[in-house]
């Protein structure tokens, strides 16, 4: 869940149904870092894009780390 606080997105960690859906909203998160990250960058503001574009990598890996950890606990092949 995302909510603005103090002029800057912040991200509230909400107790997951499952690890499918932690590796969901990981993705998501990152996704949405992404986003302001470009929004920052369009505006100028290339310290806070950094900084989003930092926190969005950080995301992404944690997302992928995710989805793989599931992939190896399901007996059902991953697509290339």
Not at 17 to 34: E, R, T
Request: aromatic share 6%; glycine share 2%; net charge negative.
């Amino acid at each position: 869940m995302c909510n603005i606080q103090n002029g800057a997105w912040k991200m509230e960690y909400t107790m997951p149904q499952s690890n499918y859906d932690n590796a969901a909203d990981l993705h998501i998160y990152a996704a949405h870092a992404h986003t302001a990250a470009a929004a920052a960058h369009h505006r100028g503001d290339h310290e806070a894009a950094e900084e989003l574009s930092s926190r969005a990598q950080d995301y992404s890996m944690a997302a992928s780390e995710k989805t793989l950890e599931l992939a190896k606990q399901s007996h059902v092949p991953m697509r290339a």
